[in-house]
């Protein structure tokens, strides 16, 4: 059974930094794409950052300069580093993946998602 874990997020003042991380736990053969998400008041649900294992990285404009997706080593985990925050950031993140957990049957997988609170 395939299950993300997302950990970090919390509270923080406008301009300030907070941290996300994702890891993949279970029986797992590869991991295709991993990155995060968010949905606001209007559960509406856009995209943060998006990595392509091996490929490249791919951010929502709102957030292009100021967050940063990185895989820090550990297998199967990215790390969203969110640095100068304002308060429309505040919304739901959610982690996604496309897992194989059997090769060469992709499916997509959603962690249950961390709050991020940004004050004026």
């Known amino acids: 059974q395939v299950q993300l874990v997302e950990s970090g997020g919390g509270s923080a003042q406008a301009g300030r930094s907070l941290s996300l991380s994702c890891v993949v736990n279970g029986n797992i053969f590869r991991v295709n794409r991993m990155g995060w998400y968010r949905q606001g008041p209007g559960n509406q649900r856009e995209l943060v950052a998006v990595t392509i294992t091996g490929v490249n990285t791919t951010y929502g404009d709102s957030v292009k300069g100021r967050f940063t997706l990185s895989a820090p080593g550990a297998k199967f985990t990215v790390h969203l580093q969110m640095n100068n925050l304002k308060p429309e950031d505040t919304g739901l993140y959610l982690c996604?993946?496309?897992?194989?957990?059997?090769?060469?049957?992709?499916?997509?997988?959603w962690g249950r998602g961390t709050q991020v609170t940004v004050s004026p």
């Open positions: 996604n993946a496309e897992v194989e957990a059997t090769r060469g049957i992709p499916r997509d997988y």
